[in-house]
């Protein structure tokens, strides 16, 4: 059992930078596949952008890819996604996950969420 709070949303112009973090508590993130996933206001999907498994593997989807970055603190069991360059499609509420160890781009695959954290990019 881990718990996850993320904060570090916000509104931020287009072409402007975020950086959101990710605390755990109860297990340490190392032993755990982590990941970033967002929802759009309004939608239903769900879209995994940024993982970062044990071994230090990395994933982005294709629309984050070279504009943000996943990494991890071990000392303050935190997680963070470095998020350059944004875009208002990238306008959605970010939820910080963790999974075992095969786990990969499907949300359903992540069994534990924090509350999730507003980012909204303006024009």
């Known amino acids: 059992q881990v718990q996850l709070v993320e904060s570090g949303g916000g509104l931020v112009q287009a072409g402007g930078s975020l950086r959101l973090s990710c605390a755990a508590s109860?297990?340490?993130?190392?032993?755990?596949?982590m990941a970033w996933i967002r929802q759009p206001r309004g939608e239903d999907r769900k879209d995994v952008v940024a993982?970062?498994?044990?071994?230090?593997?990395?994933y982005y989807a294709d629309s984050v890819r070279g504009r943000f970055t996943i990494s991890r603190d071990g000392a303050k069991n935190t997680v963070y996604l470095q998020m350059n360059s944004l875009k208002p499609e990238d306008t959605a509420v970010y939820y910080c996950?963790?999974?075992?160890?095969?786990?990969?781009?499907?949300?359903?695959?992540?069994?534990?969420w924090g509350q999730g954290t507003q980012v909204t990019v303006s024009s």
């Open positions: 996950a963790a999974g075992p160890s095969g786990v990969g781009i499907l949300p359903y695959e992540y069994h534990y």
């Open positions: 993982i970062k498994w044990s071994d230090g593997k990395l």
């Open positions: 109860g297990r340490t993130v190392g032993s755990y596949t």
